[in-house]
């Protein structure tokens, strides 16, 4: 049998092939099945809850474990590991850090609460929480999937989630993209499950997710904007009380969520000056100058006025139009998609690992998978909700390719793919298995067959053997890197130990609040002195600069660190680490280095403002070379 080690999902995709072929000769030969009677629907309602929440359990466990072989000494790297180290020294102490608005406050808000429930400093928060949030994945990709195939499928690919390379890569990062990959999936499962049964629970539940969505990323917008308009497709109008409960049910989470992000109103910038950021950055790296004018905005709009949509603004609802019409312009300078697709169509086959599988049939595949939502139910209301759920993942794909390929980008629509691959299998097989039996005049049961249950065995083999090998790879880059110092400060602190945070981002507060009192400097925006040491200190004392977290860029900071490093005062543990071996007296940083000769005092006669002269004339300084 055809069977792939490194490419998992390749092999299930061919394994739920061959089920689903010897799911059509069971159909063929059991001829009837008889209709599913309320209490057989009963049941099944409860195995997909206890399935649920034994993949949720399972799940966490099973990505803490993960993360344990990947970053054992819980190192906290990514690519936007320094912003998001700030977010939760703010949601947890308060403190203000200047040039944060690109994200929202929600992942750091709920690390924040945890980490003062377990005792974890916040960057250890932020871990927990962003694993926690890939934990729980296969249970929601689960909840999907059982809307598009049958259960033994939707279990299969449930399982295999996590041992996804792409998934894999998240481990070990302080980063709130697998926390709205898991609100967006939810909202997809919850939106189908709408679509297909408008029950109030289903509404609900969507409103929801997409509430608590909206609260944590300014992306939510693509989501909220095709789910709400096909929730009112689908709502069962020929009832009309039904109809407005279950909108009512969808709407009042949304509503609730817009205001409570009104009423706080945290620093935010718009999702277009986000997006025009980035693909700004993205256009310079091939000799394009982008302006705001090239988006259609009136010339010379100012830096952050590029757009109005915040969620909970009011303005955001006016401007929507305006929003819209800046997504859907591409400049025509614009580098174009050519020069990048390869490396999109390389990345989804390294992160999901499908090399085996044609790239011809990864739409086609898709499509048919979502219309797998039109089984057992209303077709119009399952075809609008195949739509929807093809909307939003196609949508995040074609977002993420105005771009170089970034994972972090399109992590929430390529977790759903292998899922809609497989529905695409079946649905495939089972529809053309089903025009034939109509042509040769056989009956086609409506009930599926047992066909498919062997696979969550196959899937739950994969997922034993996970690839250590990378993982421990990820461990050693982790241990080598220059804020693995930093860590193992981080794990010898003591209660009375003083750690000074020099850093414009607070990222040395989200590292060691919790293990040490956390002094925090005055750092000015245009670079060093600091002063430091107002209070007094029990213990020993530890003065952290931003070079311990990014290279340092200005020559002013570079200066400092190499004259602090040559301070017989500080010992140097790191970049832009030492410890201050006179821990009871004020320090700046950088250091006065002492002259070999000291001034004299001035002389009695001397006028208060004079300068003093020394009593000897300096020594010369020593030849050039």
């Known amino acids: 049998m055809p069977f792939f080690r490194n490419e998992p999902v390749t092999t299930l995709l061919v394994w739920a092939l061959l089920a689903a072929l010897i799911d059509v000769l069971v159909r063929l030969v059991r001829r009837r099945a008889p209709p599913e009677d309320a209490l057989t629907q009963g049941g099944l309602i409860f195995v997909d809850l206890a399935a649920m929440v034994g993949l949720g359990v399972w799940g966490v466990q099973e990505a803490s474990r993960l993360h344990e072989l990947a970053n054992p000494a819980w190192t906290p790297l990514g690519q936007d590991s320094p912003e998001f180290l700030s977010m939760l020294a703010v949601a947890a102490t308060g403190v203000e850090v200047p040039g944060l608005g690109y994200r929202y406050p929600l992942y750091p808000m709920i690390s924040a609460a945890y980490g003062a429930w377990r005792g974890l400093s916040p960057a250890e928060a932020g871990l927990a929480v962003s694993t926690m949030a890939l934990g729980l994945l296969p249970a929601a990709l689960y909840h999907l999937g059982v809307q598009l195939a049958p259960r033994g499928v939707a279990l299969a690919m449930a399982l295999l989630s996590l041992t996804s390379p792409l998934v894999l890569s998240f481990l070990g990062q302080p980063t709130d993209y697998p926390l709205c990959a898991l609100l967006q999936l939810s909202a997809c499962a919850w939106g189908l499950s709408w679509a297909r049964r408008p029950e109030p629970h289903a509404a609900l539940g969507l409103g929801l997710c997409l509430g608590i969505l909206g609260l944590a990323t300014p992306k939510a917008l693509l989501a909220l904007g095709v789910w709400l308009l096909g929730a009112v497709l689908v709502a069962p109008w020929r009832t009309p ?5 279950g909108l009512s049910l969808l709407l009042s989470p949304v509503v609730g969520a817009w205001t409570l992000m009104a009423r706080l109103d945290p620093p935010r910038h718009s999702l277009e000056h986000a997006v025009f950021v980035v ?41 929507l139009p305006d929003t819209l019409r800046f997504f859907t312009t591409r400049p025509p300078t614009y580098p174009p998609l050519e020069d990048r697709l390869d490396a999109h169509k390389a990345g989804m086959v ?67 793919l292998p899922s809609l691959w497989a529905a695409g299998v079946v649905t495939f097989t089972s529809g053309l298995a089903s025009l034939v039996a109509r ?97 007094p200190v029990g213990g020993r004392r530890f003065v952290v600069v931003g070079c311990a977290f990014t290279p340092c860029q200005q020559p002013a900071w570079r200066v400092a660190l190499h004259q602090t490093d040559r301070s017989p005062r500080m010992r140097r543990l790191a970049d832009g680490l030492w410890e201050d071996l006179r821990p009871q007296e004020p320090g700046v940083i950088p250091p006065p280095i002492p002259s070999a000769v000291t001034p004299a005092a001035p002389p009695a006669t001397s006028p208060p403002d004079a300068p003093a002269r020394p009593a000897t004339p300096p020594a010369s300084p020593p030849p050039g070379p």
Do not use: K, N
């Open 241 to 245: 009380w039904r109809a407005l409960l």
């Open 279 to 319: 693909e700004r950055a993205y256009a310079s790296q091939h000799g394009v100058a982008l302006t705001a004018a090239d988006y259609g905005l009136p010339p010379g709009t100012p830096e952050f006025g590029e757009g109005h949509y915040r969620f909970g603004d009011p303005a955001a609802l006016a401007h």
């Open 350 to 416: 390294a992160e999901l690992g499908v090399g085996q599988l044609p790239e011809a049939l990864w739409l086609p595949l898709m499509v048919v998978g979502a219309l797998g939502a039109c089984r057992g139910g209303g077709r119009w209301r399952g075809l609008v909700g195949a739509a929807c759920l093809l909307g939003v993942v196609g949508g995040g794909l074609l977002g993420a390719l105005r771009v170089e390929h970034t994972p972090r980008y399109v992590l929430a629509s390529l977790v759903m």
């Open 439 to 535: 042509r040769l005049g056989a009956e086609w049961p409506s009930r599926p067959a047992l066909g498919s249950l062997g696979l969550p065995l196959m899937a739950f083999a994969f997922a034993q053997e996970p690839p250590t090998e990378g993982l421990r790879a990820e461990a050693a880059r982790r241990a080598a890197h220059p804020v693995s110092a930093l860590v193992a400060l981080r794990d010898q602190l003591q209660p009375d130990d003083v750690v000074v945070d020099g850093t414009l981002s607070r990222a040395a507060t989200a590292m060691f609040l919790g293990r040490a009192r956390i002094e925090q400097a005055v750092v000015p925006t245009a670079g060093p002195p600091v002063h430091y040491g107002d209070e």
